[in-house]
């Protein structure tokens, strides 16, 4: 590890010390001691929870004078964590977004469709500075609205698609339904990262006839822009020169070697407003060995396949929704669609698998294959139940697949 990243780290650490979270939440720690990565490897990881402790502005870590904006993740529950940003930051932010547009191949003359969500959240206005800086023209939609969504993307001749895999698979299935195929002009999409199967992706990549980017980032850092995959596809180039990336063992909290699946945890390098240090991402990736094909040697870590808080453990087996994924690409007949609910009666766990099919003949063979290969794969016997096309909830945010009832 170079000299210069330890010092980038400190200086980070030391921006950060100015807020009370940091304060309180390093009390005893003197910055001048970290003066190797070991030394940085035993500070304590910072987690989503910790922040919300610091509500409403305990991470602020620069006078008010330079602060200009907030943003604030959507918490599922309880308090929001608010995330106050500097000039620099807020331009930081938009040069990492073009940086992303452009490794994706975008340029001014693209005309960029964003149905992310304005407002606290830091999405829509995330793609749209990014898409500003790049010279293009941005379309802020926010989301919902489907017959406007399609008007404005056949009148405006759309080619860049920003959403979630889930709205752009929704996007996908109206633009078939009504047969307007032919009068879209999507070249791209670039889809906010979650973790979405190869199905689903072939899916809208197929029915929209558009190349896509997997977009990574979240509130807490910036917000979506932070990496992106580039044309060789596979995996995306993190931008290293204004974070530093770890990968621990979510369970042990153990660092993990490049290659090696954990949870990523990110040091901002640059961020004024609220630097966070060894922050608990809960995406599960790695870290590609070696350089990419493209030439860029910023890093890349792989497609998420999901968040540490997402896999669960029924009768002694871990499931990972992506394992899932996989398993129900291969069968013939399902849609990337599913649903796992974890039930507990009787003193037992039920696992019930939903899936979305065209089939209509047949229903039956075609659930006992899925349990068969669910259980010849996973070592659980699923329910499971066929539902027709388009009967499970799409979102416009993340989608959710696995719910588990029984706490
Ligand atoms: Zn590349």
Same mark, same amino acid.
């Not at 950060?16 to 304060?23: E, H, L, V």
């Not at 406007?148 to 405006?156: A, F, G, N, R, V």
């Not at 390098?269 to 990419?292: N, Q, V």
């Not at 030439?295 to 394992?323: C, E, H, Q, W």
């Given at each position: 590890?170079?000299?210069?990243?330890?010092?980038? !780290?400190?200086?980070?650490?030391?921006?950060?010390?100015?807020?009370?979270?940091?304060?309180?939440?390093? $009390?005893?720690?003197?910055?001048?001691?970290?003066? $190797?990565?070991?030394? &940085?490897?035993?500070?304590?990881?910072?987690?989503?929870?910790?922040?919300?402790?610091?509500?409403?502005?305990?991470?602020?870590?620069?006078?008010?004078?330079?602060?200009?904006?907030?943003?604030?993740?959507?918490?599922?529950?309880?308090?929001?964590?608010?995330?106050?940003?500097?000039?620099?930051?807020?331009?930081?932010?938009?040069?990492?977004?073009?940086?992303?547009?452009?490794?994706? =191949?975008?340029?001014?003359?693209?005309?960029?469709?964003?149905?992310?969500?304005?407002?606290?959240?830091?999405?829509?206005?995330?793609?749209?500075?990014?898409? +500003?800086?790049?010279?293009?023209?941005?379309?802020?939609?926010?989301?919902?609205?489907?017959?406007?969504?399609? *008007?404005?993307? !056949?009148?405006?001749? $759309?080619?860049?698609?920003?959403?979630?895999?889930?709205?752009?698979?929704?996007?996908?299935?109206?633009?078939?339904?009504?047969?307007?195929?032919?009068?879209?002009?999507?070249?791209?999409?670039?889809?906010?990262?979650?973790?979405?199967?190869?199905?689903?992706?072939?899916?809208?990549? %197929?029915?929209? %006839?558009?190349?896509?980017?997997?977009?990574?980032?979240?509130?807490?850092?910036?917000?979506?822009?932070? =990496?992106?995959?580039?044309? *060789?596809?596979?995996?995306?180039?993190?931008?290293?020169?204004?974070?530093?990336?770890? !990968?621990?063992?979510?369970?042990?909290?153990?660092?993990?070697?490049?290659?090696?699946? =954990?949870?990523?945890?990110?040091?901002?390098?640059?961020?004024?407003?609220?630097?966070?240090?060894?922050?608990?991402?809960?995406?599960?990736?790695?870290?590609?060995?070696?350089?990419?094909?493209?030439?860029?040697?910023?890093?890349?870590?792989?497609?998420?396949?999901?968040?540490?808080?997402?896999?669960? *453990?029924?009768?002694?087996?871990?499931?990972?929704?992506?394992?899932?994924?996989?398993?129900?690409?291969?069968?013939?007949?399902?849609?990337?669609?599913?649903?796992?609910?974890?039930?507990?009666?009787?003193?037992?766990?039920?696992?019930?698998? &939903?899936?979305?099919?065209?089939?209509?003949?047949?229903?039956?063979?075609? +659930?006992?294959?899925?349990?068969? +290969?669910?259980?010849?794969?996973?070592?659980?016997?699923?329910?499971? *139940?066929?539902?027709?096309?388009?009967?499970?909830?799409?979102?416009?945010?993340?989608?959710?697949?696995?719910?588990?009832?029984?706490?």
């Amino acid at each position: 590890m170079s000299m210069n990243t330890i010092n980038q !780290i400190k200086n980070s650490i030391n921006r950060a010390m100015k807020s009370a979270f940091y304060q309180k939440h390093f $009390s005893g720690v003197n910055v001048n001691d970290i003066n $190797s990565m070991e030394n &940085f490897r035993n500070l304590p990881f910072t987690d989503k929870e910790d922040l919300r402790d610091a509500y409403p502005l305990g991470l602020q870590a620069t006078p008010d004078e330079e602060i200009v904006r907030i943003h604030s993740s959507s918490g599922t529950t309880g308090t929001p964590v608010i995330i106050p940003y500097t000039k620099k930051d807020v331009d930081d932010w938009s040069l990492m977004f073009k940086r992303c547009y452009e490794t994706a =191949g975008c340029t001014s003359l693209d005309r960029i469709h964003i149905t992310p969500g304005y407002g606290l959240w830091t999405a829509g206005i995330g793609f749209q500075a990014g898409a +500003e800086l790049l010279g293009a023209l941005a379309i802020p939609m926010g989301p919902g609205n489907t017959d406007k969504q399609i *008007k404005m993307m !056949i009148d405006l001749k $759309s080619t860049v698609l920003c959403a979630t895999s889930s709205y752009a698979l929704l996007l996908a299935e109206e633009i078939e339904k009504r047969g307007v195929r032919d009068k879209i002009h999507l070249k791209k999409g670039v889809i906010g990262s979650e973790r979405w199967g190869e199905k689903m992706r072939k899916r809208i990549a %197929g029915e929209l %006839g558009v190349e896509l980017y997997d977009i990574y980032g979240l509130t807490e850092i910036y917000g979506p822009g932070i =990496g992106i995959n580039c044309q *060789k596809q596979d995996a995306m180039h993190i931008w290293t020169d204004y974070l530093y990336c770890e !990968i621990i063992d979510p369970k042990t909290r153990e660092l993990l070697p490049e290659g090696k699946t =954990g949870e990523l945890v990110i040091t901002t390098l640059c961020k004024e407003g609220a630097p966070l240090i060894r922050y608990r991402t809960h995406d599960l990736t790695k870290i590609i060995p070696g350089k990419c094909e493209c030439g860029m040697d910023f890093p890349r870590i792989a497609t998420l396949i999901g968040r540490s808080d997402d896999m669960v *453990k029924v009768k002694g087996a871990i499931i990972y929704p992506s394992r899932v994924d996989e398993l129900l690409a291969t069968i013939e007949g399902v849609s990337s669609e599913y649903q796992i609910m974890i039930d507990h009666l009787n003193g037992k766990d039920i696992l019930t698998l &939903f899936f979305e099919t065209k089939e209509t003949d047949s229903i039956r063979d075609l +659930e006992k294959r899925v349990e068969q +290969e669910f259980k010849r794969n996973i070592s659980i016997t699923p329910k499971v *139940k066929a539902v027709g096309m388009g009967e499970l909830p799409r979102s416009e945010k993340k989608s959710t697949r696995v719910f588990d009832n029984r706490y």
